[in-house]
């Protein structure tokens, strides 16, 4: 078992998947972390959480290879519908990060990213965006590829560059 509290630090451990992240046929781990902000924020208001992604150096321990600080709301920004840190995924090569939230408009974000090996790196490789009235019942999906958004590094994605998938 590794010892992840070097990774963690001061924050709060939120999710740790394991995996094969790089392909590598090595198993590394996706860290979802919340940052130790003391007491209870607003309803919408908080820092986001820290996503890293930890892969095995050549003496086979875990090192920081990559994160990103934009992509997981914080605690309070799913709305009613509480935390909206849902689950992760990981594939060989790739994993999935879905969050979701709302009220009576509930959304949904599944983003997948892919590891590169040309890029040394992972690139985000899908986006599902959805939205649901929950009163009249409508529905609408968006599904993005990089033929959308081009080549994005996942420690510079942020969903904000992104188009939403609103209701008329």
Request: proline share 5%.
């Amino acid at each position: 078992m590794d010892d992840l509290k070097t990774f963690i630090g001061n924050n709060h451990l939120l999710d740790s998947k394991a995996g094969d992240l790089n392909g590598s046929g090595k198993p590394g781990v996706l860290l979802v972390l919340d940052p130790a902000t003391g007491g209870t924020g607003k309803l919408g208001e908080g820092p986001s959480r820290t996503v890293l992604l930890l892969v095995r150096d050549a003496s086979g321990q875990l090192e920081n290879a990559v994160q990103n600080d934009k992509f997981v709301p914080c605690a309070q920004c799913g709305g009613i519908a509480g935390d909206p840190y849902s689950y992760t995924q990981i594939g060989k090569g790739q994993f999935t990060v879905v969050t979701e939230g709302g009220s009576r408009e509930h959304w949904s974000n599944e983003y997948t990213f892919a590891y590169v090996p040309a890029q040394n790196g992972w690139l985000l490789h899908e986006v599902k965006r959805e939205v649901t009235d929950q009163e009249t019942g409508k529905h609408k999906t968006l599904d993005l590829t990089s033929k959308d958004f081009g080549a994005v590094r996942f420690q510079d994605f942020d969903p904000a560059n992104l188009p939403e998938a609103t209701l008329p």
